[in-house]
């Protein structure tokens, strides 16, 4: 029986693709060593998967930035700024596609989500110049090598349906007219790759969401002839990350040999899946969860796997992991810190390979009892930890009633925080963060590792907000903020002082390119023992005489970076979380402060894949969110702060959320989005920022008045606060201080003149 994972991490053990990449970047290392360091990952990558107990390692999925563009690169889609193509993308424009290219001032392609994962990929362009042919030998040279290796190689392609579905187009353009060239490519580039190897994997993940009306269209005619292109090599249609539903009859007409799919997220419907497969198809069953941290419950995974096998007999069946394994670290065995009961409970990317090794294994007809038993002692070992599921916890979220969801009417708020507040019109003040130098990371490392005492860690902090909050005096903002000197990471510094939450030394996911992320893991019930941000905030509104806004991370945007729990809904866990962050913002008004931002960066990216259960999702989002602030006075003004533009699916959402001012990304898209803000006649205050942080540049008095006055032609001046469009974390003070200043003064002008 084949067992195989879709793709696993490429980023290295010990991030070595980062150190690699960013070396090159700088120029402190060749193009050569680079590539020697990509080789060696891949040989190790391999390994894993071999040594492990795989039939097939996966081929094509390793990438020095992103799949995406590997893909864009094979198809020879460079956009024009970057010059043209003559013959194979070279790695210096491989990497401006990926970056910009700083010294011709060129912008890099966009980027963006991949589906709901933390994961970003390059959106592909087609213009009218755009010359579709092949231009990257990547593929097969990767192929090659893992034969040199003696290993079998199963070739991975994202299939064209999915990647014209996330591509962009110019105006005028129509992608979908490119189809039969890509196809042409796919072919020669399949037709290559045939007389290699046994299986070769197209991803058409896109067909895990609903699909537009091009892609239903196209995918059968164009997933036959790549088949065609194969010959008698093997082709499996790979989907994954949710529900096939109206795909399935697309798959079963495609002429694949196999086909993947999730077997847990479309349980409810398997037999209806199947039945629908012509009997010489093949079904891949993605049952090791690919987008997770948890052990396999391999008795339980057995039971379903039996079921399947029942329907389609063992030659039909191949075992896999529900997704690729990008989206988990790469190896357990690393973690020196973890509680060893917690780590006994957890399994990463090489961890997965076994489990999927030996679920294929656990069909054969030995006496596995053995092995079985050993994996139920460990889940009622997780089952019955008492840190995992806590009565009080549970008590108290089973209370949580109607009125604790609701705040009095906006209307009625408004005039009773003006009152003492006495803001000026178009009040001006910032999303949190100033900048992290390098004293302050370095303190809070020392502070961790126990190198510096308590005391010496909160004098340096105590002074790094105290010269936030003089910055801010100076400059004349209105409402003031600490700086969040103390914050490695917004959700990693609430999660490190919450119960229930555990945190991995090595355990780095790649976010983008060289960029990784480390998520919290949420093991157990959720609480907060005692305050988190109170004392600090106090000390900043203790230096001065204008508000200070605290500053809480949201319960979604909690959930939606972290590992979660397998044991419980999404929802469960998130209302725990609100009920942690409602008492820190319940301390914080104990502690005198009447402004308090309650961050939701990820609220947007939470939503699921298929429309059908958007609103689901938003409903408990937005509850959630209204748990953790409706508990405060109604002089009290609660901020939320959303890191993102597009908005126009889930506005009503969004006015649901009932927070008194919200500051959103704007500058960037040039305040047109307030346009649906108007339309719905938003009825609280907001703040569309208008200096793009994610730019070193200074942006000018007169650019940022001609925004504040954009701004005033959609939301009423009554209403209007005057911000950045986030954090200042990643930028330098000299920056910082000159783009403040001018954000102030433009404030102040418009101000003189509405
Ligand atoms: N308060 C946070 C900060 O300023 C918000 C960050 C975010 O939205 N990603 O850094
Ligand atoms: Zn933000």
């Excluded at 579709?132 to 893992?146: N, P």
């Excluded at 917004?490 to 119960?499: I, K, L, P, T």
């Excluded at 319960?555 to 209302?575: A, E, G, I, K, N």
Aim: glycine residues 6%.
């Amino acid at each position: 029986m084949e067992a195989h994972v879709l793709g696993f991490p490429r980023i290295g053990r010990g991030r070595e693709l980062k150190r690699a990449l960013e070396a090159y970047w700088r120029g402190e290392s060749s193009a050569e060593a680079l590539l020697h360091c990509a080789e060696t990952l891949r040989e190790q990558n391999w390994r894993y998967q071999y040594d492990n107990g795989l039939s097939l390692v996966t081929v094509g999925d390793f990438s020095l930035y992103d799949q995406m563009l590997d893909t864009a690169c094979m198809l020879g889609m460079v956009p024009p700024r970057f010059g043209t193509v003559n013959g194979d993308v070279d790695l210096t424009t491989y990497f401006h596609m990926a970056r910009g290219d700083a010294q011709r001032n060129i912008p890099a392609m966009e980027m963006t989500k991949w589906f709901d994962t933390n994961y970003h990929y390059l959106v592909p362009e087609f213009s009218a110049q755009t010359n579709i042919q092949l231009a990257s030998r990547k593929l097969l040279d990767e192929t090659h090598q893992a034969l040199a290796l003696g290993l079998r190689p199963k070739p991975v392609l994202i299939g064209p349906i999915t990647f014209l579905s996330l591509s962009k187009q110019e105006d005028g353009v129509n992608r979908w007219e490119f189809l039969p060239q890509i196809l042409d490519v796919y072919c020669q580039m399949i037709q290559r790759l045939a007389p290699l190897c046994d299986w070769i994997q197209i991803d058409e993940p896109v067909l895990c969401t609903d699909l537009s009306l091009e892609g239903k269209a196209q995918a059968t005619t164009t997933w036959q002839q790549l088949k065609k292109a194969a010959g008698s090599c093997q082709v499996l249609l790979a989907t994954y990350f949710g529900r096939l539903d109206e795909a399935v009859p697309l798959i079963a007409a495609s002429g694949c040999d196999a086909i993947h799919l999730d077997v847990l997220r479309n349980e409810s419907h398997l037999t209806e899946i199947i039945q629908q497969l012509p009997t010489s198809m093949m079904v891949s069953a993605g049952i090791v969860e690919g987008r997770n941290v948890w052990k396999n419950d391999l008795r339980c995974s057995r039971e379903r796997l039996d079921r399947l096998r029942n329907m389609i007999g063992d030659e039909r069946l191949m075992i896999g992991s529900t997704s690729s394994l990008l989206h988990v670290p790469v190896d357990l065995f690393q973690e020196q810190q973890l509680d060893p009961a917690i780590k006994s409970w957890l399994a990463f990317a090489v961890q997965k390979c076994r489990e999927v090794a030996l679920l294929a294994h656990l069909l054969d007809d030995g006496d596995h009892e053995a092995l079985l038993r050993g994996s139920d002692r460990i889940q009622n070992c997780r089952r019955s930890d008492s840190r995992v599921e806590r009565p009080l916890v549970r008590q108290r979220a089973a209370q949580v009633c109607d009125a604790m969801h609701t705040r009095t009417a906006y209307a009625l708020r408004r005039p009773q925080q003006a009152q003492w507040l006495h803001l000026p019109l178009l009040p001006t003040t910032t999303i949190g963060s100033f900048p992290q130098t390098r004293a302050i990371r370095l303190m809070r490392r020392r502070y961790q590792s126990g190198e510096v005492s308590e005391q010496v860690y909160r004098t340096f902090m105590q002074s790094e907000i105290h010269n936030a909050v003089s910055e801010q005096d100076v400059l004349g903002l209105d409402v003031l903020v600490h700086g969040e000197p103390e914050r490695n990471d917004m959700v990693e510094y609430f999660g490190q002082q919450m119960d229930g939450f555990c945190f991995s030394e090595h355990g780095w996911v790649q976010s983008y390119g060289s960029r990784c992320v480390k998520p919290p893991i949420i093991y157990g019930d959720v609480s907060r023992p005692r305050p988190i941000t109170v004392e600090w905030i106090r000390y900043a509104q203790s230096l001065t005489d204008k508000p200070i806004k605290g500053m809480v991370t949201g319960p979604v945007t909690m959930l939606c970076w972290s590992f979660v729990r397998d044991d419980l809904p999404r929802d469960v866990v998130c209302r725990q979380l609100a009920l942690a962050v409602r008492d820190e913002v319940q301390d914080l008004e104990q502690a005198g402060i009447q402004l308090i931002q309650i961050d939701e960066a990820a609220l947007r990216e939470g939503m699921p894949l298929r429309k059908d259960e958007a609103e689901t999702y938003l409903r408990w989002a937005v509850d959630c969110f209204r748990l953790t602030s409706a508990g405060v006075a109604d002089t009290t003004q609660i901020h939320s702060h959303m890191c993102y533009s597009d908005f126009n699916t889930i506005l009503p959402w969004i006015a649901a959320m009932d927070a008194d001012v919200i500051s959103i990304e704007a500058s960037r898209s040039n305040m047109d989005l307030l346009e649906g803000f108007r339309r719905l006649e938003y009825p609280n205050e907001i703040g569309p920022g208008i200096y793009d942080i994610h730019s070193p540049r200074v942006p000018e008095v007169a650019e940022l008045i001609d925004l504040i006055w954009r701004a005033l032609e959609v939301v009423p001046k009554e209403k209007l606060w005057i911000n950045p469009d986030c954090g200042l974390k990643t930028r330098q003070w000299p920056e910082v201080r000159a783009a403040l200043r001018n954000m102030v003064s433009a404030a102040h002008q418009v101000r003189q003149r509405v």
